[in-house]
């Protein structure tokens, strides 16, 4: 190696640095060349990384759209670039306006230009610019040697450190850019590594349409990076910001400013970059080729405002996300919508956004009148059971096991006064369990109450005890009893409402004429199991007859009413999951917020779009205290 100069041991070195490499095999690399300053050294760690990975990658291919595309409008020119310390000696801009240039027209040469057949546009052009150098009487046109200038500017370190920090933006830009940011400064990473890579070719004296053969990938990204007149602006604001998170980059900030600020200040070198591609052309072409005619033939399309232009790696990780994000949103809104039609069909919200517990009225006169002599049957008795929990959720338990329990093991009477049969809904044992529960609660709390029948127990006591426990045994023992029953309350709940919301899930197939055969079967077929799925309560359209308050009552109607009785009992008696599920809307809404916001950065578009479900209760507990009076 030391058979070179050092002055072209930094070409090899860059070269080699240059070239493209999994991750893991540059981030190998990035790591090697910090262990020495040394040039030759570099050279050799750089290749020994890769033999041992026993590859070297070819250059990156062409832009993410390279199928044909009809040529589009002339594109707007970048006429604002900030001011950079790296950039090389500018001239003071001119007055006239490039994009209001119109073509030059005919310039003579003098007589003997005329005379011997020189272009007087060409001559012009290299008079302008100095990007290109005209033979005797302007016939033998040839690239100025200011045109390798600008390719040759930046120092190695600011040139590493450049790549290294659009190599971030590539890698991890599209978790927190939207795809326009994202596709406009991996444009320009494109063309940086482009742009910088053929300074060597100034080195092998090639010919000029040699270099416009590799160098059309960096004429296409820089067409369209100087195509927005936001481009430099978003490059500047947001790849600093991603470098800063970055410790390792962080460190070489000033460097990495000095060739984004270089890349980004190509129109005002001299020759400007347009104008040295267009040297090239001009040469090769021995015509007079205007900035214009150039982009015309490049066609390149637009960047893509909607959707990431990036590897397929890159793109596989980000279909991905979006695919995560749309699962994520749907079982959310699954969510919210279960929770506003639980509180929507079991619940009565009032102005104030409180549950009202104004139907205990009714259970409580129902029970006492089947139940009670008259002379117990009073207003004061009554109260107690209204105000104490032991007693209410007693009270509660055995009006369920008079009314409610026949249906849900066996046979149900229907029809009317004239005509009456026996139907069944619900296979004899599916609810054993729960049967037994309600029969094991209603002997504890029976005991309780011979036990300590004149133990005074309030429901703001319970409240207390409840959110810092019993402060006597006797309060401990039955506190424990009143959270089994909610537990049992808000499970059993759930359980029924299963079968509620498979059974309007079929009614509204029907309303829509998608109901299958299968499904339309289940209107007479026995439930024998609980699991969500849309089939139909059976018989659900015939009405009860008994002797109690739900004569009368559809099948399908006394299935709500039981669920809507559970899930208020479950809420009165502060059973953690039911309060948990009817207290989340405002979590939910902050978490659709927010994965709303982050899917519409990736796609460009609003998952979900419908108004605010309406009927919400506050978040706080409070909106679900029992008001005992």
């Known amino acids: 190696m030391n058979s070179i100069s050092r002055t072209d041991a930094h070409k090899v070195f860059a070269d080699l640095y240059r070239k493209s490499r999994p991750p893991e095999q540059q981030q190998l690399v990035d790591d090697a060349i910090q262990r020495s300053n040394d040039v030759f050294i570099r050279i050799d760690l750089i290749k020994k990384i890769d033999e041992d990975f026993q590859s070297q990658l070819r250059a990156k291919s062409a832009l993410p759209e390279e199928t044909p595309r009809p040529k589009r409008a002339e594109p707007k020119k970048d006429s604002g670039n900030r001011g950079t310390s790296a950039s090389p000696k500018q001239n003071k801009p001119k007055n006239d306006d490039p994009k209001k240039k119109k073509k030059d027209a005919p310039v003579t040469g003098g007589f003997l230009s005329v005379l011997f057949g020189g272009n007087a546009n060409i001559i012009k052009f290299a008079k302008d610019t100095e990007a290109v150098d005209i033979g005797l009487f302007g016939r033998n046109p040839t690239i100025s040697g200011n045109v390798e200038k600008i390719f040759k500017y930046l120092k190695e370190d600011q040139i590493i450190a450049t790549i290294q920090a659009l190599r971030i933006c590539e890698q991890q830009g599209w978790r927190i850019w939207n795809p326009l940011v994202y596709n406009v400064i991996n444009n320009f990473n494109k063309f940086f590594n482009s742009f910088i890579s053929l300074d060597s070719l100034f080195l092998d004296r090639i010919s000029p349409e040699v270099f416009l053969d590799r160098s059309l990938k960096m004429q296409m990204y820089y067409t369209r990076l100087i195509s927005r007149p936001d481009s430099k602006d978003i490059i500047l604001d947001h790849v600093p910001e991603m470098v800063k998170q970055d410790e390792k980059l962080n460190a070489k900030l000033a460097n990495i400013l000095s060739g984004l600020n270089y890349g980004l200040a190509l129109e005002t070198t001299k020759p400007k970059l347009t104008e040295a591609i267009q040297a090239f052309y001009i040469v090769v072409h021995k015509k007079m080729m205007e900035w214009e005619d150039i982009t015309k033939l490049l066609a390149v399309p637009p960047i893509n405002e909607t959707r990431f232009q990036a590897s397929q790696e890159i793109t596989k990780e980000v279909e991905l996300t979006i695919a995560r994000l749309s699962d994520e949103i749907s079982t959310k809104l699954h969510k919210r919508d279960e929770l506003v039609g639980l509180k929507n069909r079991y619940f009565k919200i009032d102005d104030k956004g409180k549950i009202s517990f104004d139907f205990l009225g009714l259970v409580i006169e129902d029970y006492f009148s089947h139940h009670y002599p008259e002379n117990v049957n009073t207003d004061g008795i009554k109260a107690q059971y209204k105000t104490m929990p032991h007693k209410l959720v007693y009270l509660l338990l055995r009006d369920f096991q008079s009314v409610f329990v026949s249906i849900l093991e066996g046979y149900i009477k229907v029809g009317d006064k004239n005509q009456q049969n026996d139907v069944i809904a619900i296979q004899p044992g599916l609810f054993k369990s729960e049967i037994e529960t309600i029969n094991t609660i209603i002997r504890s709390i029976d005991a309780f109450n011979r036990k300590y029948p004149s133990f005074q127990y309030s429901f703001g006591q319970f409240s207390k005890d409840y959110s810092s426990g019993a402060s006597d045994q006797i309060a ?81 109607d006394v299935f709500i009413t039981m669920s809507k009785l559970l899930f208020n009992y479950a809420v009165i008696f502060k059973d953690k999951l039911t309060t948990s599920k009817l207290t989340q809307n405002r979590r939910l809404e902050d978490e659709l917020q927010q994965l709303n916001k982050e899917y519409e950065r990736l796609t460009g578009k609003g998952f979900e779009k419908s108004a605010k479900p309406e009927n919400q209760l506050g978040a706080e507990d409070s909106s679900l205290d029992y008001d005992e009076n």
């Open 476 to 556: 401990s023992n039955i506190l424990g009893v009143l959270a089994e029953a909610a537990d049992f309350f808000g499970k059993f709940a759930v359980k029924l409402n299963v079968i509620v919301e498979n059974h309007l899930l079929a009614k509204q197939y029907e309303a829509e004429g998608t109901l299958q055969d299968k499904i339309h079967q289940t209107k007479e077929k026995v439930i024998e199991e609980i699991k969500i799925l849309h089939r139909f309560i059976p018989h659900y359209d015939s009405r009860i007859v008994t002797r109690d308050r739900i004569n009368g009552m559809m099948i399908s």
